[in-house]
């Protein structure tokens, strides 16, 4: 356990470098659209953030003959957005409102005073799936880049109660996105599924999350997470 709270931590670490990229990533997405290339820092920045992520995908273990989905139930990883957990933001009484702060367009976040800063009453997101903006804070989901019954089936069914609720509560885990494409997702694979941009982010933060839990992939996921990895 004490060996996969290290692992979580250094995995929040490195997903936050490239939540702040993906932020970078659609910026880039934008001028280039316009005429305009992406800053030769930002490339290098991806370029090494890709190197990084295809080293850590060329070590996650390949797994074909998985359990089926079946076994998996959403109760398993505790009651829906539990603030009992022992990753990064647990016990300060804010669940999703974590993400929905930290995702938030810059200084466009409105909360509820007296919460200490916590509740977020609206603001502005851009959905990292589809490059547009969210108005309204009832239209932003939250979704979990490794979809939980792909973790159940990549080897968190073997894990402990609180093991999974970390699992399913950790940050560098949650996105702010929109609610279609969130549906469209489900517990989809990247062989399955990927977004219409940011694909490169995408698989980044998929493979970080797999490394630092250290869940398996098949072989069909590792060569499509491959695939994404090479639009970096």
Not at 146 to 165: H, I, K
Not at 198 to 207: D, E, F, I, L
Not at 212 to 232: I, P, S
Request: aromatic share 6%.
């Amino acid at each position: 356990m004490t060996h996969l709270r290290t692992k979580a931590a250094l995995g929040l670490a490195l997903a936050a470098l490239l939540f702040a990229g993906g932020r970078q990533l659609l910026g880039s997405f934008a001028f280039h659209s316009a005429g305009h290339p992406p800053s030769p820092s930002s490339t290098s920045q991806t370029s090494t953030a890709s190197r990084a992520s295809s080293q850590q995908l060329a070590q996650l273990i390949i797994s074909d003959g998985r359990p089926p989905v079946a076994g998996y139930i959403r109760t398993a990883y505790g009651q829906a957005w539990s603030d009992d957990v022992s990753v990064s933001g647990g016990h300060n009484g804010c669940d999703t409102n974590d993400i929905l702060r930290r995702d938030a367009v810059t200084g466009t976040a409105v909360l509820k005073a007296g919460t200490h800063d916590c509740k977020v009453l609206s603001g502005k997101w851009i959905s990292p799936y589809t490059g547009q903006p969210i108005t309204q804070r009832s239209q932003v989901q939250i979704d979990h880049i490794v979809p939980l019954a792909e973790s159940w089936r990549s080897g968190a069914y073997a894990w402990t109660a609180d093991q999974r609720r970390n699992f399913a509560n950790d940050p560098a885990e949650l996105l702010a996105v929109d609610g279609e494409s969130n549906q469209a997702k489900s517990d989809k694979a990247p062989q399955e599924w990927a977004p219409a941009i940011g694909r490169c982010r995408y698989a980044q933060r998929w493979v970080t999350v797999k490394s630092t839990y250290r869940l398996t992939v098949t072989t069909a996921e590792r060569a499509a997470l491959a695939d994404l990895l090479r639009t970096c």
